[in-house]
């Protein structure tokens, strides 16, 4: 897969704060690609140096294979903030003053209203509109000129849950009719709903990079017992003895929990461990909440 975006060793420092470090990341042409971390963990800084909003203090910005351009930056994007629209005009008129800010053609400006689903309530004035409603038409004006690739920083943030879930819908959309989305995020649960990739930054370094299947989706835990009277070291053992098996731990009661490689199955694993003689009395998969397996990637 193409990418559109390539960081490479990118670095950004404040004074002695070093907002990111050496940052090297490729956004696959097509992909919905979550930046996510806590407060402070360099999301928007990463986003600012890719939109050339800030200068690098090392590394390099790729867009589309090259450094960016004015013809480059056409192709992309981006909601960093949520603008201020002027209440008392309309929906249609506050993007017509930013399409003629951006000299778009009028035809991307119905796109634009149209897919963000505000096409029916263009006439009416900005005041009236929910915080959602003006989200979207922020989304909107960033897709004026239509560009391949959107940018947007917590889209969600401050939302009600209509709010949020409108929101999503239209990142999915998006994406639907073939645009690349980048987005920060510091809800682990928003990133998985939304995005096909995941990176996790943490105090400005990249913890983990990939798609949110493989990134996510192997934190489940099985938990196992043997008949009562037989020693937890036993077990203990015999999960370390199998290539499969990942992070053995102690549990309370005798029991001891692992994590699966991707493709094995607790049946599988149950197998395995007759073949070695050892009977199971227990067997539960233990779905860690998202949160704890977020605060596990990042304590790592
Ligand atoms: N203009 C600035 N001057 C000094 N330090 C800054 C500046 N901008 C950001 N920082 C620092 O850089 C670090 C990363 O900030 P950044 O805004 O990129 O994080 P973030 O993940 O987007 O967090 P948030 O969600 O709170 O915006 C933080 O420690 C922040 O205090």
């Known amino acids: 897969m193409m990418s559109v975006l390539d960081f490479d060793n990118l670095t950004k420092r404040y004074g002695r704060t070093t907002a990111l470090r050496e940052l090297t990341l490729s956004i696959p042409e097509g992909s919905v690609y979550g930046l996510l971390g806590p407060n402070g963990s360099g999301k928007t800084t990463t986003l600012g140096l890719a939109l050339g909003v800030l200068q690098p203090s090392g590394g390099t910005v790729r867009w589309f294979g090259a450094p960016a351009t004015a013809a480059t930056r056409r192709r992309v994007g981006a909601l960093l903030e949520t603008p201020n629209f002027y209440p008392y005009l309309s929906a249609r008129q506050n993007l017509q003053i930013a399409a003629d800010v951006k000299q778009t053609d009028a035809r991307s400006l119905e796109a634009a209203l149209e897919t963000v689903g505000l096409a029916q309530r263009q006439r009416e004035p900005v005041s009236g509109f929910s915080l959602g409603m003006k989200q979207r038409l922020a989304i909107g004006a960033a897709l004026l000129g239509r560009p391949e690739v959107l940018v947007l920083d917590e889209p969600t ?144």
Do not use: W, Y
Not at 185 to 208: F, M, N, P, Y
């Open 157 to 300: 943030n401050g939302l009600d849950p209509q709010g949020i879930a409108d929101v999503r819908a239209l990142v999915q959309r998006l994406a639907a009719e073939g645009r690349t989305v980048i987005m920060a995020s510091h809800l682990l649960d928003e990133i998985e709903k939304v995005c096909t990739h995941v990176a996790v930054l943490h105090q400005g370094q990249l913890r983990s990079a990939g798609p949110v299947a493989a990134s996510l989706a192997t934190a489940d835990r099985v938990v196992l017992g043997l008949a009562p009277g037989t020693a937890a070291d036993v077990l203990r053992a015999a999960l370390s003895s199998l290539p499969f098996v990942q992070d053995v731990r102690p549990e309370t009661d005798g029991r001891v929990s692992c994590a699966l490689a991707i493709g094995h199955s607790p049946a599988s694993l149950n197998q395995a461990l007759f073949a070695q003689g050892l009977a199971l009395a227990h067997l539960e998969m233990r779905h860690r909440r998202l949160e704890d397996q977020f605060l596990e990637l990042i304590k790592n």
